[in-house]
């Protein structure tokens, strides 16, 4: 690292990280923006390793941003590969297992080579994350420890550990955003709303049986489901009030997902049926069976309901008579999520693979393979098509050709979205993919 004294207006560096890391006092308390300014000193990746092993926020804010453009996207866009030893004595060596022994640094340097893109992340350590929305460029997201669930915010723009709003007595496995409000439904059986600007539980809701499993807003209502064979209710909220409006009766089992539609609701349960309900007034209009399994993923697209089913088929039906107009046929195991680009619908499926098909006429336009094992997920940015498998992979959507590999994990992404651009991954972790 460069020590620079002949101006006094700078500050002078010293190159031995493990000085700073031991004075924790003063590292702690040093402003964000002097440590910014510090990072454009840093002109060498050996300086970038030191600096990001002082503290572990130090490590995250090398991915803030401002400080990528100007530093790690100009000055090292093939940082990883300047590391890669060519013999087992040589300082490359020592350089690569320094930055082995720092995953936050290791992983960025590696999606700068490969991945062409900024990775912003949140290491989740021993939690286990479970739904995430965004709000006002902030990551709120459900995790389980040993307590039970609670909720944090994160924005990643600031290098600092994410807060905890607040916590339920189980594991949260809804959440929904109305307004300025969060709510979260949870395994202890009860909804709670939150104000997100101060960080205050605003009331709970308690009516459901069992665990809380689906949560949707309509106007200012709130439609709930239990995941529980004993509640197969579908309960609708005021959420002005708290209090509860009607319940909707007619599945058997408990309700899988929910959807809106216009002023309608669609519903599907373990009872083999899937309900269309008037919202108004809570009656039921019409029922659809005919397929066999569990139902793994719904999508609408203007009157249309697609279903990706247990059976290894995908199914269409006319909203508006109940009637099923096809039944696509390729996959030869489960087809577990589903995408709408246009007229293309996207699959994804336990047989590895992905296919393209047309949507208005059910023709099957390409099958895209690769995976090592079931491709849990899929994700549209732009023209590029992303699965996740044990690895994630970006396909040309136009052409079907696959683009590169973006990252093998360790453990399995549980939820795959776009948000402003950019692809965000959760597992144990929450990761930001900027491509632009």
Not at 98 to 108: P, R, S, V
Not at 390 to 396: I, S
Request: with cysteine; charged share 25%.
């Amino acid at each position: 690292m460069k020590r620079v004294s002949a101006d006094p207006s700078y500050v002078t560096f010293v190159k031995e990280p493990y000085v700073l890391q031991d004075c924790s006092v003063v590292t702690d308390h040093i402003p964000l923006d002097i440590l910014r300014k510090i990072c454009f000193f840093l002109d060498d990746l050996e300086d970038v390793i030191h600096f990001g092993s002082v503290k572990r926020h130090w490590s995250l804010l090398l991915s803030d941003p401002p400080l990528w453009n100007s530093l790690l996207h100009k000055h090292f866009p093939y940082a990883d590969a300047k590391l890669k030893p060519k013999t087992e004595s040589s300082e490359s060596l020592i350089l690569y297992k320094q930055l082995a022994k720092n995953k936050q640094l290791a992983k960025i340097a590696h999606n700068a080579r490969v991945g062409h893109c900024r990775l912003q992340i949140f290491d989740g350590d021993e939690l286990t994350i479970q739904c995430l929305k965004i709000w006002n460029d902030k990551y709120i997201f459900s995790a389980k420890d040993g307590k039970g669930g609670m909720i944090r915010i994160w924005d990643p723009n600031m290098g600092q550990e994410p807060q905890v709003l607040g916590r339920h007595q189980g594991w949260i496995d809804c959440l929904t955003i109305w307004g300025d409000q969060l709510i979260s439904g949870s395994r202890d059986k009860t909804i709670k709303i939150w104000d997100l600007r101060t960080r205050q539980e605003l009331q709970t809701l308690n009516g459901h049986r069992g665990p809380i499993g689906c949560l949707k807003i309509w106007n200012d209502q709130l439609i709930s489901s239990a995941d529980d064979e004993d509640d197969p209710m579908i309960r609708i909220w005021d959420l002005h009030t708290g209090k509860e409006i009607r319940t909707l009766e007619g599945h058997d089992e408990e309700v899988i997902f929910l959807k809106i539609w216009g002023d309608q609701l669609i519903s599907s349960s373990e009872d083999q049926t899937i309900k269309i309900w008037d919202l108004h007034t809570g009656k039921e209009i019409r029922t659809l069976k005919g397929y066999g399994g569990q139902i793994f993923c719904l999508k609408i697209r203007d009157d249309k309901l697609i279903a990706a089913l247990g059976d290894s088929m995908i199914k269409i039906w006319d909203l508006h008579t109940g009637k099923e107009i096809r039944t696509l046929k390729g996959h030869n195991r489960t087809v577990l999520d589903l995408k709408i680009c246009g007229g293309k619908l996207i699959s994804s499926s336990e047989d590895r693979t992905v296919k393209i098909w047309d949507l208005d006429t059910g023709k099957e336009l390409q099958t895209l393979k690769g995976h090592s094992s079931r491709v849990d997920h899929i994700a549209i940015l732009g023209n590029t098509l992303i699965s996740s498998s044990n690895e994630t992979q970006m396909w040309d959507l136009n052409t079907g050709k696959k683009i590169q590999t973006i990252e093998d994990y360790h453990h399995r992404i549980s939820k795959l979205m776009v948000s402003g651009g950019k692809l965000v991954s959760i597992s144990s972790t929450i990761k930001i993919w900027n491509f632009e």
